[in-house]
């Protein structure tokens, strides 16, 4: 081995390692498709689990999905422990996901990232999940209920009015 190879070989370790634990977390959702209708809030949960031999800290998470809905991962923060020991697991509510009012029917997906790594500090892509909402067309017999019901309170109000 010579000087030059002995000096690059704690490098390449330091790369091999990080390589290592990329992708290397499983991410089960309870159910990775959740129904909701427009101005409803669904919750996600899941399981996240280390099945190495070291620990593994979970250091930030990454969530997106498909405009107009809109993502709140709080939960994540406050539901996951810092680390996860090797064979240890947690399941909680971790993302929270906003359906706005006049969102057109159809199915969003979206994928949700775990970051960290071997330190505190690391950031490495630790395993991911995708995840859809559907936002259901909404029944034409819904809508002539409402419209009926509106209809009917109107006139009512209208009579008492007079």
Known sequence: MTIRSALHAPALLVLLSSCALADSIPIT?????????????????????????????LNADNVNIAA??????????????????????????IFDVKVPLGTPA????????????????????????????????PEPHSLILLLTGTVVFLLGRRRVSN
């Open 29 to 57: 959702f309870a159910s990775s498709l959740l129904n909701a209708n427009p101005g409803q809030t669904v919750t996600f949960s899941a399981t996240i689990a280390n099945p190495l031999a070291t620990i593994v800290f």
């Open 106 to 137: 159809g199915l969003y997906s979206g994928k949700f990232t775990v970051l960290g790594g071997s330190t505190p500090s690391e950031l490495s892509n630790l395993g991911s999940a995708i995840f859809a909402v559907a936002v259901p067309v």
């Open 68 to 93: 107009p809905l809109t993502v709140d991962d709080t939960k994540f923060v406050l539901n996951t422990p810092a680390f996860l020991a090797p064979g240890q697991s947690v399941t909680a509510p």
